[in-house]
């Protein structure tokens, strides 16, 4: 690896004609991670794209005029400064955040390196081309940011709300389905069984924290999300299993109080509250009847319930 002060003008222009292709590639998947979702952004993408492969052909043209047909290979890992870009553009499907945050600082960086170089070198004709190129460099950024703030059409928002339902709201309510109504059992039978308090929040931690992490695990490894949609199974995994364990401390945590009976009763309360949310989650995202809802959540919340304390109290 070379520090970036070693090159010569011919390899500045040899780099430079690599960032630009890389830069193109990188937009080009882009605008292919984007277009099924964001028609209108991945348009503005492929104009940038675009614009990237004029830059590499000005660079060319230049470079041939000054040295020549062969453009030695110089790549942004052989020079030291580069900062390693982490390949967001392989996830599928992408986020528009995520795009405009690359860009940005793609951008910004081509932006220094053309005004560094232009710096170091005392040839008229390259310094006035990287200086252009800079400028341009600079409008992209611009052009990056404004991208994330375009105004969504309507098909495009519904496209939105139906990824957040897939990748953030679905394995979120199946955690907080799972542990608001699973750890009941457990956590009342102890109740009833144990009449302690502390030991009735042992259980009610173990249970949590335990299927926490179970349902986290079953959701990241139940797809890759290539081709449902649904997203990255690690994030998926997380939200899930952030969600059961939430569900299931927050009927466990009122056992903090010394008194057993003024403790379930805060937990009941707090089950409720629980399966309130639940009713209108799937109510408000899942198009399902509130009052479908809150009959099936609710029954199925005083079946467990029951169980435990039918378990507890024999």
């Known amino acids: 690896m ?13 780099l430079a004609v690599s960032l630009e292709e890389e830069d193109a590639k990188i937009y080009d998947n882009f605008v292919d991670g984007l277009k099924g979702n964001y028609p209108q952004q991945a348009a503005q ?56 945050k690359t860009t940005e600082l793609m951008e910004l960086e081509t932006k220094r390196f053309y005004e560094a170089s232009m710096r170091k070198t005392s040839d008229v004709g390259i310094r006035q081309l990287l200086g252009d190129l800079a400028e341009e460099e600079r409008h992209h950024a611009v052009t990056a940011e404004e991208i994330a ?3 969504l059409s309507d098909e495009e928002s519904a496209r939105r709300k139906r990824l957040f339902i897939l990748q953030v709201i679905q394995p979120g309510l199946a955690g907080l389905m799972d542990g608001s109504v699973s750890t009941l059992a457990p956590l009342f039978a102890a109740a009833f069984a144990t009449h302690s308090s502390s030991q009735t929040l042992q259980v009610g931690l173990a249970a949590s924290l335990g299927a926490g ?14 081709l ?5 199974p690690w994030a ?54 509130l009052t479908s809802a809150i009959v099936q959540i609710v029954l199925g919340g005083l079946l467990v319930f029951l169980v ?4 507890g109290s024999s």
């Open 2 to 14: 070379r520090s970036f002060d070693q090159l010569t003008e011919r390899e500045i222009l040899a």
């Open 45 to 100: 993408l492929e104009e940038m794209r675009k614009q990237e492969d004029g830059h590499r052909h000005r660079l060319l043209a230049l470079y041939r005029e000054r040295f020549g047909d062969h453009v030695p290979l110089i790549r942004r890992e052989d020079v030291r400064g580069f900062v390693k870009r982490r390949p967001v553009w392989l996830v599928r499907p992408l986020g528009i955040k995520a795009v405009q």
């Open 149 to 151: 703030h375009t105004k």
């Open 213 to 226: 992490i179970s349902m986290g695990f079953a959701e990241a490894l139940s797809d890759d999300g290539s």
């Open 228 to 232: 449902t949609g649904r997203g990255h």
């Open 236 to 289: 998926r995994g997380f939200v899930c299993g952030l969600m059961t364990t939430a569900g299931g401390l927050g009927h466990s945590l009122p056992y903090l109080i010394s008194n057993v009976y003024t403790a379930t009763s805060v937990a009941v309360a707090v089950v409720l509250v629980e399966l309130a949310v639940i009713a209108w989650v799937r109510h408000r995202f899942m198009d399902t009847p």
């Open 308 to 311: 435990g304390i039918l378990i």
